[in-house]
């Protein structure tokens, strides 16, 4: 089993859309939640990231991360064409984190 | 202007041969990283470096030489290149191994074919 957990997609919402990205994950060392966002030919940023359980809410982003499932989610509401990218998770702790393999995300007008 | 570039952006080559990619970061960050991007395994770390003259395998180092004799530097050689070395390299730093706030930045990525 793979440390980290995530379905490719591609997932296809159409504009306004609520979007709901999930991540599961085995080590349960893992404190900090980073996700990050790539767009197409494009290296990868740093979208948000959370610490241990919780939400973390900005702007139309809301991380969540439920440690006694080890379960991460990224919500995406009023979801926009410039959404369009793939989003990887990234849970870590001291150390450098474990990229998922990222969900390819496509918000239609 | 500060960043991160990677070069050469787009190589072909052919098998057997030694390719180098180039990496240079302006920020004086501590950490770098070299990632492959393949489609079904997603980004994977190869080899990372803490500091100038400290390098550490990691997920998948096999065929793959790194050097660091300058903080901002981090070249990765590819020996003898294979087939399965054909992907996308990102070339990465960081202030620190990248935990919580403290960012990994991503170049522009190295598209390398071995024919």
């Known amino acids: 089993q793979k440390e980290v957990e995530q379905d490719p997609g591609p997932l296809s919402v159409p504009e306004g859309a609520i979007v709901s990205l999930n991540c599961t994950y085995s080590?349960?060392?893992?404190?900090?939640f980073m996700w990050y966002r790539q767009y197409s030919r494009k290296g990868p940023e740093l979208l948000m990231y959370t610490y241990s359980s919780g939400n973390k809410e900005d702007g139309r982003f809301t991380a969540q991360v439920d440690k006694s499932s080890k379960y991460i989610s990224l919500f995406i509401r009023d979801s926009q064409p410039s959404d369009s990218a793939t989003y990887l998770c990234?849970?870590?702790?001291?150390?450098?984190?474990?990229f998922g393999r990222g969900t390819s995300l496509i918000v239609h007008p | 202007d500060a960043g991160i570039t990677q070069s050469p952006r787009y190589k072909i080559t052919e098998t057997g041969r030694q390719v180098t990619l180039m990496c240079h970061q302006t920020w004086s960050h501590s950490y770098m990283f070299w990632y492959r991007q393949d489609l079904g395994h997603g980004l994977r770390l190869i080899y990372y470096s803490a500091a100038a003259d400290i390098t550490d395998k990691g997920e998948v180092p096999d065929g793959y030489v790194v050097s660091r004799s300058k903080t901002e530097n981090f070249p990765l050689t590819l020996e003898s290149a294979t087939r399965s070395q054909t992907s996308v390299y990102f070339c990465?730093?960081?202030?620190?191994?990248?935990?919580?706030?403290?960012?990994?930045?991503f170049g522009e990525g190295s598209w390398l074919t071995v024919v």
């Open positions: 990465a730093s960081s202030a620190t191994e990248g935990s919580g706030g403290n960012t990994i930045y």
């Open positions: 080590n349960s060392a893992f404190q900090y």
């Open positions: 990234a849970p870590g702790g001291s150390y450098i984190p474990t």
